[in-house]
């Protein structure tokens, strides 16, 4: 709204007492959902007057008029007339917007749709909208169709262009779940997809989708196209809100929000229902695996997508192109004359074949981020079961090289930041949300190997057999007439085109995770060697020591994904020692992983790792001669540069700064201090912690600090089943070593050799510890 001191839509200049006095007298002409009928009325004179000076287009007026023809027990056609005329107004200036990429206009002028909704037409909309179902007669009045897409479009040109008109709908609940009754109609589906999409989008609290009537046959009732479109709205219902700036996304801040909200989120309520509704994740596979048809050439179908990314950038408005060419094809010789407006451009030509894939594209985004979401909520074990059983995965595997990643990409992107929200174009968006579904599938997950076909099953089997190691549990429970089929499976499709990626590419973060996420969970000897065998190592070294790489999230992709393809294998470690053959390559190595420990620490905890493994294996001829000549395996050897890692990987967090991503750190430096206490030493550590301190001239700081992030840890990880077993999986550590070696470096008694207590100075004790809280 217009504040004292700006232009003023009443004057055209600036706001004065006289015109806040106008002002009044119009708000108070204005009677909320009650239209013009009432209250007092400007003259008639006065009206034009203004409407001249303030340029209002005779809005006032045709509101009016409106009010008066859409009155209870009316036949609504002078209703729709009057309305045609506003939409008109309100329709161009909603599309200036949206070519002008929303870019606001000068202060000085307001929106058509401001003067609009300032008299009162936006809540004379929504009553007419909801006007059946507030009447008390047992045949309920039938609006037309195309006067309830009128009323949609209007609301939601003046979302376009007026934001207030957005939130003062989505603060409206009743109004919101009214709209999802009108979907039930095909003929007004699209416009109120369009307007409830919008609304949510800025709506504060989530809304709760069993609060809609017969939710469950209202989706039984889509077809496939409209479910599809369903899913850009269940998008925003079913992920958890963003917690907003960085200090919120702190483990303390969540706990601490955790401790407020023990009961369901609205968003695990939300998933809950929708797995409730039959048939519902069976619909989206066969959505997310739907082939497409390509009715042209590959080179002139990538031309005429480069010429219609040049305005179109949303999903709404394919809609509407797509649902104007299915109309065209549904027109018989007879109604040639219909489309005469049509005939001579080139949209009638083109956009059936053109955008078909591009359309489909679309709409498997929206329906692979809701299989994704639901992957990672607390029913996900139930999503798998069921994703398997609908063959999601073998389904794209056969989508992978047609449609998924074709051959010829629309145009070599450069990289961007890794945002789960990039919208670069639907093609890059349909690839990164494809990878983070294969990510959420496999992580920690015996369902990995349905990422397989039978030829490779068959070789995991053999590499164990060679090996004389035993097959893992999910290896031997996976149900092969669930795996993929073709000559290769989705995870060696994947490692093919990610050998081939350009190094800028926005995905090689994105396909580094998706493959990481295979090898995580318990470790495997088979899944490490069918990877290495493909050549996966040398790719990953190429990318962090050759290819001058300066992505800090690629880097630590690719540190994460070398972290699990190395742990406990010795086959890895003789290889890697193999690539990095001269010094100067061991340097670079060594100086990326320095350059950031936070993204590299999860790669030293595997190094450190397999080294007290190996050291455990002295019988071995092979482990014993890789040892002496892995120069890797021989820098972290020496004691001075563990303990160089662990005081840096102590001293670069706190407890108000741990976050999801680098509370790693900490769990590394726990890993190196379990092992040197299960050898002994860790007094010899402790001691090594102090007197650096001190030589830093900060006595009582580094222990102080640790001190309390493992105070920290015990309330995180005690009471998360599932972080616990990761933790015990990746480290192959009981995690009741894990509890009580932190038990143990918590100990009050000063004169244990293994309390970190007994190292800090009486004057330095518990320096910070009132301003926790956990």
Known sequence: MATLGSESPWTGGKQSSRNGNIIAKIRQSQIVGQ?????????????????????????????QKLHESSHPNSDLSHTHSVLKELSSLLSMEAMSFVTEDRKSAQESIFPITYTFDLFGGVDLLVEILMRPT?????????????????????????????????????????????????????????QTATLIEDILGVKKAMIQLEGIANLSGLVQSFDQQQLANFCRILSITVSEPDMGNDEKHTLLAKNAQQKQNASLSHAEVNQMTLLNIPGFIER???????????????????????????????ALVLDALMQMATEEAEHTSTELSDESSLATSPLRHRLPQSMKIVHEIMYKVEVLYVLCVLLMGSHRNQVHKMLAEFRLIPGLNNLFDKLIWRKYTLSNHVAHGQNEN???????????????????????????????????????????????????????NTDRSLVCDGKKGLLTRLLTVMKKEPQDSSFRFWQARAVESFLRGATSYADQMFLLKRGLLEHILFCIIDSG????????????????????????????????????????????????????????????????RFESQTEDVKVVEVLSECCLLSFLARVENRLSFLFRLVNIINVQT???????????????????????????????????????????????????????????YLNKDKDSTCLENSSCIPFSYWKETVSVLLGSDRTSLCAIASYIDEPFMDLDRDLLEY
């Open 284 to 314: 989206l596979c066969k959505l997310a695996t739907r082939k497409v048809s390509e009715a042209t050439g590959t080179s002139n179908f990538l031309q005429e997508l480069e010429d219609w990314y040049t305005w179109l950038d949303n």
């Open 134 to 190: 507030l009447t008390m007669q047992k045949k309920k009045p039938k609006m037309n169709d195309d006067l309830v897409n009128d009323c949609l479009s209007v609301l939601y040109n003046c979302c376009i262009c007026t934001e207030g008109v957005t939130k003062s709908l989505a603060a409206r609940e009743y109004f919101v779940l009214f709209l999802f009754t009108l979907m039930t109609n095909k003929k007004t589906f699209l």
């Open 549 to 612: 790489c300066k992505s800090k999230d690629v880097l630590q992709s690719y540190f994460d994904l070398l972290g699990e393809l190395m742990k406990f294998n010795i086959d890895t470690f003789k290889r890697f020692n193999k690539y990095v053959s001269t010094d100067d390559k061991f340097q670079t190595f060594m100086t990326q992983i320095n350059s950031s420990l936070v993204d590299s620490n999860m790669l030293v905890r595997c190094i450190i790792l397999s080294l007290d």
């Open 35 to 63: 239209g013009f009928s009432r209250g007092t009325q400007l003259p008639e004179a006065l009206l034009q007057e203004r409407d001249k000076r303030a340029k209002w287009h005779g809005i006032p007026k045709l509101l």
């Open 658 to 716: 741990l976050t999801q991503e680098n509370v790693s750190c900490l769990n590394t430096s726990l890993v190196v201090l379990m092992l040197a206490r299960r050898r002994g030493k860790l007094p010899f550590y402790l001691k090594a912690l102090r007197e650096k301190e001190h030589a830093e001239k900060y006595p009582g700081c580094l222990l102080n600090n640790f001190h309390n992030l493992l105070c920290f840890w015990q309330c995180h």
């Open 422 to 476: 990039c919208d670069c174009s639907p093609e890059i968006s349909f690839k990164i949300q494809f990878l983070r579904l294969l990510q959420s599938f496999s992580d920690h997950h015996e369902n990995k190997y349905l990422l397989l076909n039978s030829q490779e099953l068959n070789e995991l089997s053999a590499i164990s057999l060679k090996a004389n190691i035993p097959e893992v549990e999910a290896f031997v």
